[in-house]
């Protein structure tokens, strides 16, 4: 039930997901994730994976009263972080009047889940953790705590198999707009890592991990500079990435080009800044060039521009609506509940899963009644049912009206600009084609294989790489 409900989140909260890779599907095994957004990471771990997972969750979630079930139903393990062993400020005070350090007192506060954990492996659960230890915003790899692998060569030692082995399995998150409702995410099943001896140095554990991880993650210094990177992309394809692998790919294969011309990448940014004021992208302008040169503006605006004002715009408002409301909701609850940041994210999607039932549940029996006052005939079990289908029908067909027709809006803003403004509109576009120009120029025809090849990857199923002593 929480695979499907995290699956229904997930295919709600982001227009495009895309899954590559290799990953482990067997017993024993622990899987680690980049962690850049709260809940929505293990959300997105639950719905992608093809195994059950057992997450690893901080202890204070327990306290609250939404978050709880859901972390029973998983049957998460708590563990204590440090920032967590510094807010309880009595036990932990008691423990230094002890003669006890902080290291060993979050030590002695986390025996209890090692051993968890290390039960649970041995079993042949599959373990779900994020070895940075805290959610964050930044557009880059954080260090990864050690604990991870001291979980694994624990397992490794309380095994009576002598051919016991523990799997990591390394997760790639690529957020491409993390902020943006509807945006896009790739998922990258990394190379697996295989534990087979006890005695393997936690230091090529941890460097093993990192090295995978970052095979498949594109890094940055700010989220500016990303964005500036996948509108090269787009610029250079007519299309968003399709795995985090290509983008990485790409990313490595051109920064050493385009950093050679900082002004040009200062030309690249303002273009970006320009296209986003009025909501335009590359996209959308190759696909408004390509049909101009096919057919008159007028056809254009007679097939694509018909349907998109008389339904796909009118559903695509309707879904906004019914959609808007219960967020705005959900946030205000989340706002109240807590004071910490790194929970807020978590708290609007726990409130949202019983605010969205709510909502439908109150969109339903409105359908109903406007049914039952249009069509007094109409059986009161049959309008219930009607009802209850229109508010997630509605959500459905504004997003696939949305996304199905998303190039023409962006078109249209851009053909009122020609008509009102044509002297900006001929700047923007003279410019826009210039810039395309230069970033095809950099790029040369044997990289360019390479990357198409990058997309070609789908997920697939192999064995672990062994990292032993």
């Known amino acids: 039930m929480l695979r499907v409900l995290a699956k229904a989140l997930s295919r709600i909260f982001f227009r495009r997901i895309s899954v590559s890779g290799t990953p482990y599907v067997g017993p024993h095994a622990i899987w680690a994730s980049n962690h850049q957004s709260g809940i929505v990471d293990p959300a997105i771990m639950m719905a992608l994976v093809p195994v059950p997972l057992r997450p690893i969750s901080k202890h204070t979630l327990w306290a609250h009263p939404i978050m709880r079930p859901l972390l029973e139903l998983t049957k998460s393990i708590p563990v204590r972080r440090t920032q967590d062993v510094m807010?309880?400020?009595?036990?932990?005070?008691?423990?230094?009047e002890r003669g006890v350090s902080e290291k060993e007192w979050r030590a002695d506060a986390n025996t209890g889940a090692f051993q968890?954990?290390?039960d649970a492996i041995v079993a042949g659960d599959r373990i779900l953790i994020f070895p940075e230890g805290v959610s964050h915003d930044l557009p880059y790899l954080q260090q990864l705590k050690t604990g991870i692998a001291r979980m694994a060569l624990q397992?490794?030692?309380?095994?009576?198999?002598?051919?016991?082995?523990?799997v990591l399995q390394p997760v790639a998150i690529d957020y491409f707009?993390?902020?943006?409702?509807?945006?896009?995410?790739?998922?990258?099943?990394?190379?697996?890592?295989?534990?087979?001896?006890?005695?393997?140095?936690?230091?090529?554990?941890?460097?093993?991990?990192?090295?995978?991880?970052?095979?498949?993650?594109?890094?940055?210094?700010?989220?500016?500079?990303?964005?500036?990177?996948?509108?090269l992309f787009e610029i250079a394809y007519g299309r968003p990435p399709q795995s985090a692998r290509e983008f990485r790919v790409f990313v490595d294969a051109y920064r050493p080009e385009f950093d050679k011309d900082p002004v040009f990448l200062a030309r690249v940014q303002t273009m970006r800044r320009m296209l986003l004021a009025m909501n335009i992208s590359p996209a959308q302008i190759i696909w408004g060039e390509a049909h101009e040169k096919k057919r008159s503006f007028f056809k254009l605006i007679t097939t694509q521009g018909l349907f998109y004002f008389i339904i796909a715009g009118p559903i695509e408002y309707l879904s906004f609506f019914v959609w808007f409301i219960p967020q705005r909701i959900a946030g205000f609850l989340a706002d109240i509940s807590t004071s910490d940041r790194d929970v807020l994210a978590t708290m609007k999607i726990a409130h949202g899963v019983y605010v969205f039932a709510i909502w439908i549940a109150l969109g339903s029996l409105s359908a109903k009644a406007i049914l039952l006052l249009i069509w007094?005939?109409?059986?009161?079990?049959?309008?219930?049912i009607v009802g209850l289908a229109s508010g997630p029908l509605i959500l459905f067909m504004g997003l696939w009206s949305t996304e199905r027709h998303d190039h023409f809006p962006g078109y249209w803003r851009l053909a009122k600009l020609r008509l009102l403004f044509p002297r900006g509109w001929r700047e923007v576009i003279d410019e826009w084609r210039a810039m395309s120009e230069a970033v095809v120029s950099?790029?040369?025809?044997?990289?360019q294989r390479h990357i198409e090849d990058e997309r070609q990857i789908r997920v697939r199923y192999g064995r672990a790489t062994s990292v032993s002593q």
């Not at 991990?209 to 700010?222: D, K, P």
């Not at 007094?376 to 219930?384: G, I, R, T």
């Open 442 to 447: 950099k790029i040369d025809i044997v990289n």
């Open 155 to 166: 397992a490794m030692t309380h095994s009576k198999n002598e051919n016991f082995t523990v």
């Open 376 to 384: 007094p005939e109409l059986n009161d079990a049959v309008a219930f």
């Open 116 to 118: 968890a954990v290390s």
């Open 177 to 231: 707009e993390k902020d943006e409702y509807r945006s896009d995410i790739a998922v990258h099943f990394c190379e697996p890592i295989a534990v087979t001896s006890s005695e393997t140095p936690v230091k090529d554990l941890m460097d093993a991990l990192r090295h995978s991880i970052l095979e498949a993650l594109a890094q940055f210094s700010t989220w500016d500079e990303k964005r500036n990177w996948l509108f």
């Open 87 to 96: 807010i309880e400020a009595q036990a932990y005070k008691q423990a230094i």
